[in-house]
């Protein structure tokens, strides 16, 4: 791994690029559906590929799959009601994504772009807590559980149970930072039984059927933070954080406590989680917007910013799967672009109508390929944690 020539310098998401972190795809073999799964996709998962519910509780003493009545360890290996269910990904897929990925290395490295990689899962394997179990994935949407605000590293607590110590890989690139000087936290790991979760969103919003049956745990604490990097939007001295359960309500507590007289955390609720496929700054005064009903619902100062609303994606630029293939994201996904300066965005080769919008807003459009970006969760965004952008300082780019 090339040490890092800089030190972490990172306040927004358009300034010149020169050092970013890029996800692996090593080793990624299924998807555990178990209600943080569900909950975290509850949008985007069409009814007929829903599980649930399926999640796994816990006995008592975190040793296996309650009964159905709750009161011990089930003898049937899991499989009854209640279980957690593995939705498996064929190789051809895995193959591909690993193919992309790389390529994106190199494209990156082509334009000058120091890229770090973490390290790869070496094989598969089970995170455990004293509440529950799960399957690991490998490290590839990095932004999801890391934080980058100016010289700090902020590591976020998981959505997703699987990926409970995902930021573990990133450990080598994180302590090189350190060591030339970048500030390293942790936000609070919240212990994630079935009551962690607030289950409103999933109630309220008839996507598909609710989510419901949460088993209790002699280790509940009520809702927990639980947040994910990706919720937020890098202005500066501004960040814009989206709020959609209490979860995500106590992390923007922790985050405007911590950032206080440094950063303005501004809440707002557009989607049911992550952002950056709904709204993203791609120069000071420039957004990309999915549609005007999310405009509307910004802060204030920012819908006085200029804004592109993109054509409606193409059901052709997709692939077509099978029926047992688990369709992760919306059609929206091709908007997850990454800036790599105010002039230069990377987007993906297959969204033909987006590359010819940006480019009649005179932005160099740099084509990548993701192919299977529905099947694994993300964008080139979401594989990305920029870590050094040039830039002196957070800017006031909002009331300044």
Known sequence: MTPPAMKLNSFDEWSPLREVVLGSAVNYTSHEVELSFELFFHDHMPFDQMYYPRHVPRDDAGQGPRDDAGQGPR??????????????????????????????????ASMSIVVHRPLPLADPCTVRTPAWSA??????????????????????????????????????????????????????????????????????????????????S?????????????????????????????????????????????VRVH???????????????LRPGLLLVRSPDLAGKLPEPLRRWD?????????NNFPAYDA??????????????????PE??????????LMRTLEKHRFTVVPFRHRHRRLFGGGLHCFTLDTVREGSGPEDYLYG
């Not at 804004?307 to 059901?315: Q, R, T, V």
Request: proline share 8%.
């Open 75 to 108: 003898d049937d290996g899991g499989q009854g009601p209640g279980a957690s269910g593995a939705s498996k990904i064929k190789q051809q897929y895995v193959d591909e994504l690993n193919e992309d990925v790389e390529g994106i290395a190199e494209l990156l």
């Open 135 to 216: 399957a690991v994935v490998p490290p590839l949407n990095l932004r999801d559980n890391t934080l980058i605000i100016g010289d700090e590293i902020i590591e976020t607590p998981p959505l997703i149970r699987a990926r409970y110590f995902e930021t573990q890989f990133l450990t080598p690139v994180f302590a090189e930072y350190f060591r030339r000087g970048a500030r390293w936290t942790v936000m609070p790991r919240p212990m994630m039984t079935d009551m962690s979760f607030d289950l409103s969103y999933a109630t309220r919003e008839p996507v598909v059927e609710p989510i419901a049956d949460p088993w209790p």
């Open 218 to 262: 002699p280790y509940d604490t009520g809702h927990e933070m639980m947040f994910d990097g990706a919720q937020c939007l890098r202005l500066g001295r501004d960040l814009i954080a989206n709020v959609a359960t209490a979860n995500h309500a106590l992390a923007c507590d922790w985050l405007e406590r911590h950032l206080e007289g440094r």
């Open 267 to 281: 809440r707002v609720g557009l989607v049911d989680s992550h952002i950056d496929s709904a709204v993203l700054a």
């Open 307 to 315: 804004m592109i609303f993109p054509p409606e994606p193409d059901e």
């Open 324 to 341: 047992d293939d688990l369709v992760l994201t919306t059609r929206y996904i091709d908007l997850n672009v990454l800036s790599i300066d």
């Open 344 to 353: 230069t965005v990377m987007v993906n080769s297959a969204c033909p109508e």
